[in-house]
């Protein structure tokens, strides 16, 4: 069946160091792709999404690209910030996008130290 | 307006009892998801409605698990003979429709502990 892999954390880093966290998925068909965040005492939110190979999805300075042939969707941040401590987790939609529900990694949580 | 909530944000409950979690999805949006999310994991899906009805209902583990959501807004979970294993957070999420394209807005979840 339809799966997402994740990058093990935790990570930390110091404020405007690069991130990068790994995602890498199993999937029959044309899934689209998201990164969600949840911020401590709160509820998921979407981050980004990506629906068809080669669109980019971006928000709030993270960006993520849909590889189709290497079944990836990296999250990337150019310069992490405090305030972006947080687990991510990174989902796919199945085949066609009739049903929408999400099957997620398990996780990524991000410490940025000042 | 208001976000997706869910009550109780607690429950505790003996092991055996049945247990009932509700979900109030954002107005107007027909679709809703139920998810669980076990400790250092991410969220499983259990369930889907559009409307009234139960659309997917393939991620409920088992038969002690079921939805409703009579009147094509409110949905309550229900759990049956609770066992410790049943122990996560369940999760509530809506959408406008249902479909990869439409964005799902989480609910703050319900922490169930079973003792």
């Known amino acids: 069946g339809d799966s997402v892999t994740q990058m093990e954390g935790p990570v930390t880093l110091s404020e405007e160091a690069f991130l990068t966290i790994n995602c890498t998925y199993t999937a029959t068909g044309y899934p689209s792709l998201f990164w969600y965040v949840q911020y401590p005492g709160e509820g998921l939110q979407l981050l980004l999404k990506a629906t068809k190979a080669d669109d980019k999805g971006s928000n709030k300075g993270f960006e993520a690209t849909y590889r189709k042939e290497t079944t990836s969707f990296h999250l990337e941040k150019g310069s992490v910030q405090v305030s972006d401590s947080a687990v991510y987790f990174c989902a796919l939609s199945g085949y066609g996008g009739s049903q929408g529900n999400l099957i997620f990694g398990k996780g990524t949580k991000l410490s940025v130290k000042p | 307006g208001a976000g997706v909530s869910q009550t109780p944000s607690n429950k505790v409950t003996e092991k055996g009892k049945y247990v009932e979690l509700r979900c109030d999805p954002i107005?107007?949006?027909?679709?809703l998801y139920w998810y669980r999310q076990s400790l250092g994991q991410g969220p499983e899906f259990l369930i889907y409605f559009q409307g009234t009805g139960a659309a997917d209902d393939s991620g409920l583990p088992n038969d002690r698990f079921f939805a409703v959501r009579p009147e094509g807004s409110v949905s309550t979970l229900k759990i049956q003979r609770t066992e410790r294993g049943d122990s996560a957070v369940y999760l509530c999420?809506?959408?406008?429709?249902?479909?990869?394209?439409?964005?799902?807005?989480f609910g703050p979840g319900t922490r169930l502990t079973v003792l």
């Open positions: 999420a809506s959408s406008l429709v249902a479909g990869a394209f439409n964005e799902q807005f």
């Open positions: 107005s107007g949006h027909t679709a």
